[in-house]
C-alpha cells in the first residue's frame, strides 16, 4: 500500500513514487518486447540455438549473459573482507578471457543445439547425459547465487522494505515469464538493452561514495591497513589462490551450459569470437567499478563510525545505494533496481533456457523420438521451470553469494576436463569420461568432510604450506590446494582408464574433429545436429602435433592476432587498475 514519508512524499514498498514508477515502466517494457521479438519460434532449433545474430547482438548477450547483480554483491562482499584482492572473485576469468578467441570457433564449428550435443559426438550418449544432469544442477546453482544476490540487494537498498525472499521469487517469475516465451531470440534481443543497463548498474554509484570520501585519496587516507590496498594480499587471496582460480575457469569455461548459445547463435564463428571475447571484456572493465564502490563503501564506514563487524557484507552495494541515490534525485534508485535486474533477466534468461535445452535434447528427446516440435517445445519449458524452482530452493538455503559462488565454481570444470582432453587427445574413452568426472567430484567431496579436513590439519607443513584455512571458528581446505587435488585426481585418472579400456570408434572421431575443423560457411543450413551441411567441404587444416594420439592444430592467422590482442587488453586492465590506485 502506499504511504508517505516525513516530507510528505508517496512512498510504495519503501521506494518513491518515481523510483517505482520508473522500474515498474522497465520491467513491462522489457518483457513485452523479449515476448514479441522471440514469438517467431516454432521448433527446438528455432527456440534454443537461432544462428542469426551479428557481432553487436553476440558481445551484448555474452556480456549480459554472463554479467548479473549477485556478481557485483559478490566482489563487494569480498572486497569489503578482504580489501582490493577481492577483485579476483570475478576478475579470476581475466586470465581466461583471450583464451575465448580460440575456444568461440570450436563451438559454433560443432553445429550443436547444446554442449551436450558435441559429448554425444566426442563419446557417446551416456556421456552426453552425464553432462546434462552435470549442467542442469550446475544451471541451478547459477541461477540460485544470482536470486540470492538479488534478495540481498533489493533488502538493502530499499532499507529492508523489501522482503528478500518475495524479491527473489517475483524476480524469478520475470524472467521465466519471458525467457519461456521467447526463447534465446528473445534473451539476446533484450541483452541489447539490458547489457546497457548494467553498465550503469556498474557505475552509478561510484561518484556519489567516492566523492563522499575524499575520493581515493581519502580511502587511502582513511583505509590504514596496506593489505587492504593491495590486488594481492597476503590472506586468502594469494597469487597460489588467483592462478588456481584462473586455471579452473579455463577448465571450466567449455562445460558451462549456456556458452553454447553464447558462441553458436551468432551468424557465423567471427561473432561468436567478437561476441564472447568482447562481451566479458565490457564484464571485467565493470568489475573495477564494483571493487572501487565497495573499498570505498569500506572507507565510508570507518568514517562514520559504523563497527564492521555489524556490516553485513553481501548487504554493502545495495546499502550505498539506499544511502546516496534518494537523497540525489527522485527516480535514480529506481533507475538502480532496474539496472539491477536487468543484470539478472539477462543471465537468469540464458542459464534457464540452455537447462531446458540439455533437458529436452539430450534426455527426454532420446528417451522419447517422434515426438512433434510443439511438443518438444513444452517439454523444454516445462523443464526450464522446473529447474528455476530448484533454484530458488538453493538460493534460500545457501548462507552468502560467496560460498554460493565457490560451490558453483567447482561444478563445471568436473566436465570441463572431459571435453579438454577429449578435445585434444584422441585416446580419452567413454569410460575415462566416467571415471574422471566421478573422480573430480569424490575428491572434492571428500576435501569438504570435517575429519579430512581435521586430520589434514594435523599435518607439520599443513600451517607453512597453508593447506588449511581457518577463519573464526570454520576450518576448510585452502580453496586452492582443493583445486588441485580434484583437478590433479580427475585428469590422471581420466587418462589412466582410457589407456586401458576401449577406444572409440575412428569414424566417429574423424567425424568430431572434422567440425572443429571446418570453418562456417555463410549462410550454411543446419539441417541435423553435429554434421557437415550439404556442400560444405571438410577443411584440411595443419597440424601442429600428432604424437601419442594428440590433436593439437596450428593456429590460423585470425587466431593468434585475437589472442596478442585478448592479452593487450588483459595488460591494459590490470595496469590501469594499479595506477589507478596508486595515484
Known amino acids: ?258 556458452i553454447m548459445g553464447v558462441c553458436g547463435a551468432g551468424k557465423t564463428e567471427l561473432e561468436g569470437r567478437v561476441g564472447l571475447m568482447g562481451g566479458n571484456f565490457i564484464k571485467r572493465f565493470c568489475t573495477i567499478a564494483w571493487c572501487l564502490t565497495a573499498i570505498a563503501a569500506l572507507a565510508w564506514y570507518i568514517r562514520h563510525g559504523v563497527p564492521l563487524d555489524s556490516v553485513v557484507p553481501d548487504n554493502v552495494y545495495g546499502d550505498m545505494a539506499q544511502e546516496f541515490l534518494p537523497r540525489a534525485t527522485p527516480g535514480l534508485l529506481g533507475l538502480f533496481l532496474a539496472a539491477m535486474i536487468a543484470g539478472i533477466m539477462g543471465s537468469c534468461d540464458n542459464y534457464m533456457l540452455a537447462a531446458g535445452a540439455l533437458f529436452t535434447q539430450n534426455i527426454y528427446r532420446p528417451w522419447r523420438p517422434g515426438c512433434t516440435d510443439s511438443h518438444y517445445l513444452w517439454i523444454g519449458r516445462a523443464s526450464s521451470l522446473i529447474v528455476v524452482a530448484g533454484a530458488i530452493a538453493f538460493a534460500f538455503w545457501v548462507e552468502n553469494v560467496i560460498r554460493a559462488l565457490e560451490i558453483w565454481f567447482q561444478i563445471a570444470p568436473m566436465m570441463g576436463i572431459v571435453f579438454w582432453i577429449g578435445l585434444l587427445w584422441r585416446r580419452m574413452t567413454v569410460a575415462g569420461a566416467w571415471a574422471a568426472t566421478f573422480s573430480g567430484f569424490g575428491v572434492w567431496l571428500l576435501t569438504e568432510l570435517p575429519f579430512f579436513v581435521n586430520w589434514l590439519a594435523t599435518f607439520p607443513l599443513a600451517r607453512s604450506w597453508k593447506l588449511v584455512w581457518i577463519e573464526g571458528a570454520k576450518i576448510e581446505v585452502y580453496l586452492p590446494w582443493q583445486i588441485l587435488g580434484y583437478m590433479t585426481v580427475a585428469s590422471l585418472t581420466g587418462i589412466v582408464i582410457s589407456l586401458l579400456t576401449k577406444p572409440v570408434p575412428k569414424e566417429q572421431l574423424d567425424r568430431f574433429y572434422t567440425l572443429t575443423r571446418t570453418p562456417i560457411v555463410p549462410g550454411e543450413v543446419i539441417e541435423e545436429p553435429c554434421t557437415l551441411p550439404k556442400g560444405v567441404t571438410p577443411a584440411q587444416r595443419p597440424m601442429l602435433i600428432t604424437a601419442f594420439g594428440l590433436e593439437i592444430p596450428t593456429l590460423s592467422r585470425t587466431s593468434i592476432i585475437g589472442f596478442f590482442v585478448g592479452w593487450i587488453m588483459v595488460a591494459l586492465l590490470i595496469s590501469g587498475f594499479v595506477l589507478l590506485i596508486k595515484w
Open 1 to 258: 500500500m502506499p504511504r508517505t514519508n516525513f516530507s510528505g512524499e508517496i512512498m510504495i514498498a519503501g521506494l518513491h513514487v518515481a523510483d517505482f514508477t520508473v522500474l515498474i515502466v522497465y520491467l513491462a517494457a522489457t518483457s513485452a518486447l523479449g515476448i514479441w521479438f522471440g514469438r517467431g519460434a516454432k521448433n527446438i532449433a528455432e527456440f534454443f540455438m537461432p544462428r542469426k545474430f551479428g557481432k553487436t547482438a553476440m558481445v551484448m548477450s555474452a556480456f549480459g549473459a554472463g554479467t548479473a547483480s549477485d556478481q557485483a554483491v559478490g566482489v563487494a562482499s569480498a572486497t569489503f573482507t578482504s580489501g582490493l584482492s577481492g577483485i579476483w572473485y570475478q576478475w579470476l576469468w581475466l586470465f581466461v578471457t583471450p583464451f575465448y578467441w580460440i575456444i568461440a570457433p570450436v563451438f559454433r564449428r560443432l553445429r550443436a543445439v547444446t554442449t551436450a550435443d558435441a559429448y554425444s559426438l566426442r563419446y557417446d550418449n551416456s556421456v552426453a547425459l552425464l553432462f546434462s544432469v552435470v549442467g542442469i544442477v550446475s544451471i541451478g546453482v547459477k541461477i540460485g547465487m544470482i536470486l540470492k544476490g538479488t534478495g540481498a540487494l533489493m533488502e538493502s537498498s530499499t532499507g529492508a522494505q523489501v522482503n528478500p525472499e518475495i524479491a527473489i521469487f517475483i524476480t524469478a517469475v520475470l524472467f521465466v515469464t519471458y525467457g519461456m516465451l521467447g526463447g534465446l531470440a528473445a534473451a539476446i534481443i533484450t541483452d541489447m538493452i539490458q547489457g546497457t543497463l548494467i553498465v550503469v548498474f556498474s557505475f552509478m554509484l561510484l561518484p556519489f561514495v567516492l566523492g563522499d570520501v575524499g575520493g581515493l585519496e581519502g580511502v587511502r587516507e582513511t583505509i590504514t591497513d596496506p593489505a587492504k590496498l593491495s590486488l594481492v594480499a597476503p590472506g586468502k587471496i594469494s597469487v597460489f589462490f588467483i592462478i588456481m582460480m584462473g586455471l579452473q575457469a579455463l577448465v571450466g569455461i567449455v562445460a558451462q551450459p549456456h
